[in-house]
């Protein structure tokens, strides 16, 4: 059996963003238009206000930081690669 490399960050890596209505700093990866990546630590877990309201139950993610993401990415500042 062959184990193939996971590469998939070498071709769109993690970027920094910041949410437009909180602050909190997350790591994004676009993968399509269609695939978003986020990487949260805890500093931006406590930052979140939508994700702070959701306490301990299912977080089913910030509706702040999804539009934040689709504008940087409107924007250029978020690398999209192109799709095949």
Avoid: Y
């Avoid at 490399?5 to 269609?34: F, I, N, Y």
């Avoid at 299912?58 to 690669?81: K, N, Y």
């Amino acid at each position: 059996m062959t184990i193939r490399p996971d590469d998939r960050l070498l071709d769109a890596p993690m970027q920094p963003l910041t949410c437009r209505r909180c602050g909190a700093g997350v790591e994004v990866r676009k993968a399509s238009w269609h695939q978003t990546s986020v990487q949260w630590n805890a500093e931006a877990a406590g930052t979140c206000q939508e994700r702070r309201t959701a306490g301990a139950g299912v977080f089913p993610g910030c509706a702040a930081l999804r539009e934040s993401i689709v504008q940087a990415a409107l924007d250029g500042e978020i690398a999209v690669p192109e799709e095949s």
